[in-house]
C-alpha cells in the first residue's frame, strides 16, 4: 500500500465553518454508505448527497470494489435511511462539494446519520481544510470509540484493507502531496507519514500555510 496521500479534486470534501442552509426530502436511492440520492418538493430533478465527514468503503470506483465491507456500509445506511425515508440536509454555505453533489449532515427521525455511520464502524473519519471544527471533534470521537472497539470496518475480518480515501488512491496509481495533521497533538507530517496518525485523527491540509494557520506544526 502506498502511504503517500492522493486526494483527487473531484473527490475533495470541503465545508466552510459557517453551516447554514438546510434542504428537505426523501430518500429515492442509496449508492453507497456515504452517498445518497433525493427528491426534493418541486424540484424536478433529483439530488445527489455526500455525507460529510464520512468516508465508507468503494461499492464501485472506476470498476473497483472493496467488496463485502462495501456493501455492508451500503446496506447499514440503507437500513438508517430506508427508500421514501424524509431527511434534512444541513448544509455548508457553499452547499456542493465539486461533483455537484450536497456536501451535507443529514438527518433523519432526529438522529445525525453522519454520526451513526461513524459510531458504527463502518465509516472512517474523512475531512479536509476548510471545516467545521464543532463537528469534527465530536466525529473524530466517535470515530475513535469504534476504532477502539474494532467496529465494522476496523474489525478484524476488515482492518488489514485500506481505508477507502487510501483504497482509491492506490487504484490511480498516484502520489500526492496533502500534509496530515493529528487533531489530538496538532502535529503536521509529510503524506508518507500518515500511518503515524490514527484514522480517527486524521484532517487533511493542501499547503503548510493553511495548517499553521490552524495552529499545527512539524
Known amino acids: 500500500m502506498k502511504t503517500l496521500l492522493l486526494l483527487s479534486a473531484a473527490l475533495l470534501l470541503i465545508l466552510p465553518d459557517s453551516w447554514a442552509a438546510r434542504v428537505s426530502g426523501t430518500v429515492t436511492s442509496i449508492h453507497d454508505g456515504d452517498t445518497l440520492t433525493i427528491q426534493e418538493p418541486g424540484q424536478p430533478r433529483r439530488s445527489r448527497v455526500r455525507l460529510f465527514g464520512v468516508d465508507t468503503p468503494e461499492v464501485d470506483f472506476m470498476g473497483v470494489t472493496q467488496g463485502e465491507s462495501a456493501i455492508l456500509a451500503r446496506d447499514y445506511l440503507r437500513s438508517l435511511l430506508p427508500m421514501g425515508a424524509e431527511v434534512e440536509l444541513e448544509l455548508s454555505t457553499q452547499g456542493q462539494d465539486r461533483n455537484?453533489?450536497?456536501?451535507?449532515?443529514?438527518?433523519?427521525?432526529?438522529?445525525?446519520?453522519?454520526?451513526?455511520?461513524?459510531?458504527?464502524?463502518?465509516?472512517?473519519?474523512?475531512?479536509?481544510?476548510?471545516?467545521?471544527?464543532?463537528?469534527?471533534?465530536?466525529?473524530?470521537?466517535?470515530?475513535?470509540?469504534?476504532?477502539?472497539?474494532?467496529?465494522?470496518?476496523?474489525?478484524?475480518?476488515?482492518?488489514?484493507?485500506?481505508?477507502?480515501?487510501?483504497?482509491?488512491?492506490?487504484?490511480?496509481?498516484?502520489?500526492?502531496?496533502?500534509?496530515?495533521?493529528?487533531?489530538?497533538?496538532?502535529?503536521?507530517?509529510?503524506?508518507?507519514?500518515?500511518?503515524?496518525?490514527?484514522?480517527?485523527?486524521?484532517?487533511?491540509?493542501s499547503n503548510i500555510a493553511i495548517a499553521r494557520r490552524q495552529g499545527f506544526r512539524f
Open 100 to 205: 455537484g453533489r450536497y456536501l451535507a449532515i443529514v438527518h433523519c427521525r432526529g438522529v445525525d446519520i453522519n454520526a451513526e455511520m461513524l459510531k458504527s464502524g463502518w465509516a472512517s473519519f474523512y475531512v479536509i481544510f476548510p471545516y467545521d471544527k464543532d463537528h469534527i471533534r465530536a466525529y473524530s470521537e466517535l470515530s475513535r470509540e469504534a476504532f477502539e472497539a474494532r467496529r465494522g470496518i476496523f474489525s478484524a475480518p476488515y482492518a488489514r484493507d485500506p481505508l477507502p480515501y487510501v483504497f482509491r488512491q492506490d487504484h490511480r496509481a498516484f502520489e500526492g502531496s496533502y500534509l496530515i495533521g493529528d487533531l489530538r497533538t496538532r502535529r503536521l507530517y509529510n503524506g508518507n507519514k500518515m500511518e503515524e496518525v490514527p484514522p480517527y485523527a486524521r484532517v487533511f491540509f
